[in-house]
């Protein structure tokens, strides 16, 4: 994911494609190659005449020089193959304009600090709805696990679009497979509870179950404990957070968007995306949207894009 000429739209990157393809073919007469012959020039002419032979010149082999260009030439038609293969994979999937790159994921997780968008509490996890960056990146999260679309894994897997999912037990134990493929690609598991149940309205040893029960069945069918965690519908408590820190729970991330297949729902007045906002989604199907999974990404993806935003992954930054 995700550098990841930033702005550049379908247009520029066919103008990219175009101006790598004719260097590429720049090597030729004129253009770089090798040098023409010189003649009977400097020290052999004046042998031929009988007068002293000059100083010999250093020589210089053309092979290295040759080697370089062609290596150069290779590079730049490598780049434009790679320019016209993602225009290509971006044509595939309906989208407007290929997904901006998000930058080189940090060396270390920012730290978090008491600010719009990050709630901190001493001794419990921070509740983040807005990652602190002035990246423009933000991030994408998939709830629940009841739709099981594979056309929306191979989707994001070609597009390279960073996801994080937060899976309830009782929605993903059908087929857990599904999200192991995801944790292959490098998107993360993370913590929905077992049963999707509203926390609030439960007492504190019902929710530790729900969230350590979890954990413990992330561990065993995806190979990993998570470190994050999203309480259903975003609904929280103090108990919720103690619960979640006793669990092993690092971070509990919610949003400020959430995305369908056909809109956005914003949650500020400007309706607009900031850098390190977090956008919610769910694993549904047509059954209950008005659109199929990749409908969806294609909205989440042409929206973010139009906006000069990247999508990044969440995980590396909480």
């Not at 005449?49 to 053309?62: E, S, T």
């Not at 006793?246 to 369908?260: D, H, K, M, R």
């Amino acid at each position: 994911m995700a550098g990841r000429g930033r702005r550049r739209g379908r247009n520029g990157l066919v103008a990219a494609v175009c101006l790598a393809a004719a260097v590429a073919g720049c090597g030729g007469p004129g253009g770089g190659g090798a040098a023409p012959s010189a003649g009977r020039t400097g020290a052999s002419a004046a042998a031929d005449r009988g007068g002293p032979r000059p100083p010999a010149a250093p020589l210089v082999l053309p092979g290295p020089a040759r080697a370089e260009e062609e290596t150069s030439s290779e590079a730049v038609a490598r780049k434009a193959e790679a320019a016209r293969a993602v225009l290509e994979t971006a044509a595939r999937w309906g989208l407007a304009q290929p997904p901006l790159p998000a930058p080189p994921s940090p060396a270390s997780r920012p730290e978090l600090f008491a600010a719009q968008g990050v709630k901190l509490a001493d001794g419990l996890p921070p509740v983040v709805y807005r990652v602190p960056t002035e990246e423009r990146i933000v991030f994408l999260t998939v709830d629940d696990g009841a739709e099981k679309d594979p056309e929306f894994n191979r989707m994001a897997a070609e597009l390279g679009i960073p996801l994080s999912t937060f899976v309830a037990d009782y929605l993903a134990r059908s087929d857990y497979g599904y999200f192991r493929r995801f944790a292959a690609q490098g998107d993360a598991v993370n913590n929905h509870t077992v049963n999707h149940r509203n926390l609030k309205l439960l007492g504190y040893a019902t929710q530790r179950e729900e969230i350590c029960r979890q954990q413990d069945q992330l561990e065993e069918q995806i190979g990993i404990r998570p470190r994050l965690f999203r309480p259903p519908y975003g609904e929280y408590n103090e108990d919720t957070l103690r619960a979640a820190a006793s669990c092993g729970i690092e971070a509990v991330p919610l949003w400020n968007e959430e995305a369908f297949p056909d809109r956005i729902e914003y949650r500020h007045t400007d309706q607009r995306l900031h850098p390190g906002d977090i956008i919610l989604t769910h694993f549904r199907g047509t059954d209950l949207w008005s659109g199929s999974m990749p409908d969806l990404l294609r909205k989440v993806v042409d929206e973010v894009t139009a906006q000069g935003f990247a999508l990044a992954r969440l995980d590396d930054y909480l």
